[in-house]
């Protein structure tokens, strides 16, 4: 199908998420997607998580904002929804905490004022999930970081390049990242 | 900065509580600390272990093995217990025949030497374990397995070597063999000729010769059987030990297949016909596939065998519901969707309703765009066409049901199968995808476990903390080198190894252990 491309939803943990602030655009044109490189050399735009909805605040002055905490086993993600998210926003409005759930959305990133890169999650979807697609998830996350981890430890291409000169990055980090993260789902 | 503490604070909290720690492995941990600290002449309840071990684990997260192992080395630091002391003595391995090593089944580990003969090398899952197989004398036969992390060069499939210092490690009341870096091996100054039960399952089985059976006659596993099919998809991604996955067909249907690097098979191609010689059928989830292993070959054929339809799975999250999904209207002359009421090609007509969902389902490296028919809709919204028009005309929004299928679909993980068109799969199959599997889990553990370890030993020899040839030879090792190997192997959680072997023995030439245990019987008569 000519001329029709779908980003990929890219698995990757909340500490990984944490410890990336490279963000790029293919083109320099304003519309161009907005991806970031990640320490192991993912390239995100899209991207899947699912956790724990711990807490939910309506940050907006005026209008509804909310701002969502969701954790997974090694760290937490934020997402942002307000009136373009008008969907997400509805759910967070009413959800409640401690839940499970899946949310698809793209990555953003906000410069502080002291100059440091802040990324969020602006959901397409969010929704009520159970531990068992949890759970899918985050084996499925464990093993998408684990073979981008080798890759970047065998093999060399832009995204690898960019990221490991970027963040030099200690992979038995990662790697204990991991290894938390099935520990968490394989003790029950 | 106050109010981010207290948000870590609860964060921690919540995790703690969704954790589900299982508390049984803390204190089987914990009474293994016990017990040790005990027989060293320090007194601690098993409840305060528990308690620290809670806290590395919980508070921490560190994982459970790692916090063993700190735990253990904190007591005894704590009771002035010298670590070469607690492990010395479990270091001075006996000699013994296999028949003796069977019978510590069911006690601590132990370290054994012995003599025996390489009469089985097993497929390797995982990159983790180096070798995994069967070793025997006159008295019979005992599983082995070497890490990767060992050094050892490969055993070779009937030669006879000396076993010094490996551990005997004891699961389900069966003993096996665990070679780990104190172990040395070498060949052995005589052969042993006769193995009690072994020679009669050795025969590599190349020349075998099996009925030709098709797809539709392979319901059950363990058969062998020549197959001639048509390569329907082959997986990009697979594990380091598989040459090449996928599905097969022919004119009678399609299974998933396996073919084993050991095989030594180096070309298949998606779209060519083959004649499958030694496979053998397995059973994995109700579902049956067939593998190739060292006793299989796969000629290509001229012969075009046609896949009875070209089937396409996988196993991915839904991450959308397009436009045109859910109640829609087809042009009555040509069947085409409407929009607006309009068919592009007849203008204005009067339309029949349909259902249908076109859903994108995501697996981490590629969206799968899919279309789902108004039959399987109805069966997975639990919605017949009719009520669904009836809910559009009572709302006065055709949309609603779009609603419905988003919260019904979004989110969750599904197996899908279907025929692949250009774009994309004709959905024949949805079904929701199984909960995790723990081997998977233990299997990825292990090895990220087994690369750390790596990393550690490289950086170790680096800084000269270690030198290369301590970890390996066997009079000067390190005994703290050793103990720390012997505590990973025994924080290793073993009922998950167990199934790594088992998952490799059942990739072995189709001995299943009754069969081994019918053959042991026999000879004993
Ligand atoms: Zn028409």
Redesign the pocket.
Known sequence: MPGYFREIAVRMFAKEMKDSDLIYREEEEQYAPQYVLTPTGAKANRILISGVLTEVENIGSGTEYYRARISDPTGTFTVYAGQYQAEAARFLAEAETPAFVTVIGKVTAFKTDDGNTILSIRPEYIQNADEKDRDLWVAETAEKTHERIIAAETETNENIKNALEHYSPEFSEYRKMIIQALEAISSN | MKDMNETELADSQESIHFKNTGASDLFDRAATIQKLLSENGAEISVEEIEAKLKEMTEIFKVPAAEAQRSVTNAFLKKYGISKTKVFAGKGSAVTKKIAEINAMAGMPDAWVNFTGKVIQIWDSTHESIAQAGLVGDETGIIKFTIWSSTEINPLELNKTYDFKNVVVKSWNDKASITLNKAATIAPAAEEIVTVKAGETILSDSKDRTNELRTVAELQQGGIWTDLKANIVQLFEKTHESIAFAGVLGDETGTMRFTVWKTSEIENIEAGKSYLLKNAITKEWNGNIAVEINRAGKVEEIDEEIVAKASVFELCGCAVDIQAGSGLIRR?P??N?VMTKGM?T??GK?KGKYDLRIKAVFDDGSEAHETIINCELTQKLLNIELADAVMMATETLDPECINDIIKKEFIGKYYVVRGAKTDRYIIVENVERAEPIDANRISQLKDCLMEELDRKNDAEKIENGEIRNDEIRVGENRDIEKDIEEMEELKSSDFEEFEKILNSIEAEDEGIEEDEEIEIEEIKVI
Do not use: Q, S
Request: net charge negative; aromatic share 0%; charged share 40%.
């Open positions: 042009c002359e040509c085409k068919c090609e007849h007509v």
